[in-house]
């Protein structure tokens, strides 16, 4: 086996640590990937109580990304209630920021201290994964292939996190008078592809920010279709799993991120095969109405993002069952603000495996993923749908998803779902705005 290949190997174990005892040197999993994972971003210091740490659970959170790898005590009470860390501290920091640094990380950063670094880890049973950088440029993307190599080597199995631009970061222009950029390439999608190339990382993990504000959110619905175009299409053919960060937060001068656009948010990304979801932010990071205010007390998004985690919850065990081969857009008028670069498979009724016909009742635009069984032994088909007509959670509606198929069940958030048999030969189940809902068919239990 060549370096090349050794080094994409040691990183399909993402996620999988040397085992805590014992001296087989066998792998044991910290974070199981086989259910949908949700996640939140940064922990300040009075956020770091047993009774903090215990609520981030009740909450339905997975793991915090943004815990000091020298907080022991903090990791022990997160080992105590089954919490997962993504730390950090361990190996020198970088972030891409505006762009100013591209393509300088190799001489700020020397391999020389990531070997150092390494030397000096402890490992814990709460930590999950070793935070490498945050957004860097694509004219870095080389070198972070050579320090995921080295740190394979140096921390055998370790699990190694690295986070990227969203596409509305600067491109570099042809005219050569741009001398910041952030992605380091002509365009997103080549940013990924750069990334996929250099890389030896079996995920691709990017934040979006849709609720920016209600004069861009028609540019920014857009761009989040766009955007999750160009990542789940190579996650799929390179088998890639896909991580989304989505906002809990808002900016400053803006309401509370409402229910529904947390919801919406997630099944969205779901739609396009999600199989990560981390909240920005847990504590204070960036912008406001985080999870926690400033004094570590819980803002009203607490317990909406633990009805909508409790709800991503229910949906996960059936949803991992299968992953996805495509996205459809259905109902998505031809010309509008909110369309993405729409040739890309939009049609007012889907037609694909054994559903035919499928649309909303009320001509609603829905994001349909079209699904395979992971397994070799489940012989059933699925969609994955989400009602994508009202994302900024202005007039809610109830509706119905109508198909026809031989067979189908039906799973949302709150569980199993009636399919209803109407007269003339369709199936029909209800959804409402923001909502998602999967749709099985074939022998299935």
């Known amino acids: 086996m060549n370096a090349t290949a050794n080094a994409f190997c040691c990183a399909a174990m993402f996620f999988y640590v040397l085992a805590a005892a014992g001296e087989t040197g066998t792998l044991k999993p910290r974070m199981d990937r086989s259910k949908l994972l949700i996640g939140a971003y940064c922990l300040q210091a009075n956020a770091r109580t047993d009774a903090h740490v215990k609520a981030i659970r ?13 907080d022991r005590a903090t990791l022990d009470l997160f080992a105590k209630h089954g919490v997962g860390a993504i730390v950090n501290g ?46 860097p440029s694509a004219l870095d993307f080389p070198y972070y292939g050579e320090v995921v190599r080295q740190l394979n080597k140096a921390l055998p199995g370790m699990p190694l996190y690295l986070n990227l631009y969203p596409n509305y970061a ?57 955007n999750f175009i ?39 990304a779901m739609s396009f095969g999600a199989e990560a979801i981390t909240w920005a932010c847990w504590c204070k990071g960036w912008w406001i109405n985080n999870v926690l205010d400033d004094a570590g007390q819980q803002t009203p998004q607490y317990a909406k993002l633990q009805k909508i985690n409790a709800e991503l919850k229910r ?5 991992m069952k299968f992953r996805t081969v495509a996205t459809h857009f259905v109902g998505f008028p031809e010309k509008s603000k909110r369309n993405p670069a729409l040739a890309f498979n939009r049609c007012d009724a889907l037609d694909v495996g054994p559903f035919s016909g499928l649309r909303a009742s009320n001509g609603a635009p829905l994001l349909v993923g079209e699904m395979v069984a992971r397994s070799s032994t489940l012989f059933a088909k699925a969609l994955f ?9 202005q007039n809610q509606k109830d509706f119905e998803v109508v198909f026809k198929s031989a067979s189908a069940i039906a799973f949302d958030g709150n569980g199993k779902v009636e399919v209803k ?25």
């Open 385 to 393: 749908v989400t009602a994508a007509d009202d994302p900024c959670d």
């Open 170 to 226: 600067s491109v570099a222009e042809n005219s050569g008078k741009q001398t910041v950029n952030q992605l380091g390439t002509k365009t997103y999608a080549e940013h990924i592809a750069a990334y996929c190339r250099d890389v030896p990382l079996d995920y691709i993990s990017y934040d979006f920010y849709v609720y920016t504000g209600p004069s861009d959110i028609d540019r920014f619905i857009s761009k989040m279709y766009d």
């Open 90 to 135: 361990v190996v020198p920091g970088w972030w891409g920021g505006d762009g100013e640094r591209a393509g300088k990380m190799r001489e700020i950063n020397p391999i020389e201290k990531y070997t150092a670094a390494a030397a000096s880890f402890k490992d814990h049973p709460a930590i999950w994964a070793v935070d490498i950088g945050d957004e």
């Open 315 to 319: 949906l996960g065990p059936e949803y």
């Open 421 to 445: 048999r109407r007269d003339n030969g369709l199936f029909s189940v209800p959804i409402s705005s923001c909502r998602g809902l999967l749709l099985v068919s074939g022998l299935y239990q």
């Open 58 to 70: 009740d909450c339905g959170v997975d793991f915090i990304i943004g815990v000091p790898a020298s």
């Open 230 to 268: 160009d990542v789940s299409g190579p996650c799929r053919r390179m088998n890639r799993s896909f991580w989304y960060i989505p906002q809990v937060n808002s900016r400053k001068g803006l309401p509370y991120t409402s229910e529904n656009q947390l919801r919406f948010q997630a099944y969205a």
